[in-house]
């Protein structure tokens, strides 16, 4: 989950899919509030955003992926490679997380549907696995920067622990908010803690 960045303003078809891609999602979302995941099929989604179910997959090829799909993934690493040279790998991932959930928080929409999101990943086992898909895939990503940052070998045994770590945390962290229906301010301040926890270790 992290903000898209492209250079300049995008072109009108790219806002167009942007708009498409959220029509669907928002859908989506309110289907499966009423009636539950489930029970929303794929056509019933596309009726909603008054698109055809070959355009829902077209955007996302499978249900679970409107779930988890959002409009912030390239962003992220654009911004991890745009962090100072030198900084702490640990610390360059917190500001960039910072100023994603920032981000995320400050619209209201965006809000609900990170807590609905985090929901049903606890509570739908196939999201639950495409999710762990998306994650790792993700995961290489960033990793092949903070690789690229630090002289190391994406393949290194020390960068995918400390990627899965920090995926992790921010797993952990999203998932105890949500469950305990915290006010949104709340989110940051908790992802403080948990990446004081990979910094500093858990003092007993």
Same mark, same amino acid.
């Given at each position: ?5 492209? #250079? ?23 289907? &499966? $509030? ?7 099929? %794929?056509?019933?989604?596309?009726? +909603? ?10 955007? &996302?090829?499978?249900? =679970? ?13 654009? $911004? @991890? ?5 030198? =900084?702490?790998? @640990?610390?360059? @991932?917190?500001?960039?997380?910072? =100023? ?12 609900? +549907? ?6 049903? %990943? ?6 639950? /696995? ?8 993700? /995961?290489? @990503?960033?990793?092949?920067?903070? $690789? ?16 899965? #770590?920090?995926?992790?945390?921010? *797993? +952990? ?5 949500? +469950? !305990?229906?915290? #006010? !949104? ?8 803690? #948990?990446?004081? %926890?990979?910094?500093?270790?858990? *003092?007993?």
């Amino acid at each position: 989950m992290c903000p898209r960045a492209t #250079a300049g303003r995008p072109g009108l078809r790219e806002r167009k899919k942007v708009q498409t891609r959220q029509a669907i999602r928002k859908a989506a979302y309110r289907l &499966f $509030a009423e009636d539950g995941y489930d029970a929303t099929p %794929v056509d019933r989604i596309a009726a +909603e955003a008054d698109v055809s179910p070959s355009t829902v997959f077209r955007y &996302f090829p499978t249900k =679970e992926d409107i779930v988890l799909t959002d409009e912030y993934d390239d962003g992220m690493l654009d $911004a @991890l490679r745009n962090r100072p040279a030198g =900084e702490p790998p @640990l610390d360059a @991932l917190r500001a960039v997380m910072h =100023e994603t959930l920032t981000m995320v928080l400050a619209d209201p929409d965006e809000c609900a +549907e990170l807590v609905q999101r985090q929901l049903l %990943v606890r509570d739908v086992p196939a999201i639950r /696995g495409r999710s762990l898909e998306t994650m790792t895939a993700t /995961g290489r @990503l960033l990793g092949a920067v903070v $690789a690229d940052r630090t002289g190391r070998s994406p393949d290194d045994l020390e960068i995918r622990v400390f990627i899965a #770590a920090v995926f992790g945390s921010l *797993h +952990e962290t999203t998932m105890y908010w949500a +469950e !305990n229906g915290l #006010a !949104n301010d709340a989110l940051v301040p908790l992802l403080n803690r #948990a990446f004081d %926890v990979l910094s500093d270790g858990l *003092h007993l």
